[in-house]
């Protein structure tokens, strides 16, 4: 069973920074295309990155590239999504999700285990 907690939300004024973690125990991570997604009140949950196991391809939504960025240290169990020029339009619950049998995914339903989220409000 694989255990995954997000952290390093909170609220950030337009045009600034956050970098969200998300730290993995109970499997092998190495072995997991990670991804993370977002949702804001009233909308459907949406595609943000995601990351291949080794770390070597990454994908991100349109609304985000360029501005976002995934890494991952699979010595510490950890992936990361470092967030620049935020707008608000990125406020939401952002979630970190592993998937055990794809090399990476943008679809929510390829991923076997999520966190509990991490909240980012961005104020104009």
């Known amino acids: 069973q694989v255990q995954l907690v997000e952290s390093g939300g909170g609220l950030v004024q337009a045009g600034g920074s956050l970098k969200l973690s998300c730290a993995a125990s109970g499997g092998t991570f190495s072995s997991y295309a990670m991804g993370w997604f977002r949702q804001a009140p009233g909308k459907d949950r949406e595609f943000v990155g995601t990351?291949?196991?080794?770390?070597?391809?990454?994908y991100y939504a349109d609304s985000v590239k360029g501005r976002f960025t995934i890494s991952r240290d699979n010595a510490k169990n950890l992936v990361s999504l470092q967030m620049n020029s935020l707008k608000p339009d990125d406020t939401a619950v952002y979630y970190c999700a592993a998937s055990t049998y794809r090399a990476y995914s943008s679809r929510g339903s390829e991923y076997d285990y999520w966190g509990q989220g991490t909240q980012v409000t961005v104020s104009s």
């Open positions: 990351i291949s196991r080794s770390g070597g391809t990454t």
